[in-house]
């Protein structure tokens, strides 16, 4: 496969991480929305049952303008220093879930915990990336495909589905009871 954001094939490493928050609570979210319909609507849904149901502090919206190129440097960077946690989507074609798992990875090397949000159709570009990044095995949300076409109503329905894979892979899992 080729990378399409153009970048040389990373070293294989095993997926990257960067250290999780206990909580979202009093935490900042930024949103990276690429250009595909729908794709900004539910994140924007995924950030309201964040504040409402987690307390998050606030939310930093951002929207790529191409479905296929890198997050930009400059908005990688700013987004690092506003933000706690990151949600990145919706990758509902090929081209766009692997631009947003590299754009995961991105974010996680930049010390910012990630969620990328991919439909299932895509899974094979999105894991082709992880591999392409040195990240094999790079964890993201799911929803069922397609997300371009739902109205609010389903739009609102996808997010609140993918609500609790997507803190779980932004909060640190809890320390079973049996460990303590």
Known sequence: MIDPTGRPPAEATGPRR????ERLEGLVVGLVANPKKNAEQFLDAVGDLLAAEHGIAD??????????????????????QRC????IGVGDCGS???????D???FEAAGVP?????????????????????????????????VAPLDEAGVRERARQALSDVLELLVQAPVPVAAR
């Open 18 to 21: 960067a250290a999780r928050p």
């Open 59 to 80: 939310v930093v919206r951002t929207r790529k303008t191409s479905i296929t190129d890198p997050i930009p440097p400059a908005t990688l960077d700013e987004l690092a």
């Open 84 to 87: 706690d946690v990151v949600l």
């Open 96 to 102: 766009c879930s692997a631009a947003a798992v590299a």
């Open 104 to 106: 995961g990875i991105a």
């Open 114 to 146: 990630a969620a990328v949000i991919c439909t299932d159709a895509f899974r094979v570009s999105a894991d082709a990336m992880a591999r392409l990044q040195g990240s094999p095995g790079y964890a993201y949300v799911t929803t069922a495909h397609p």
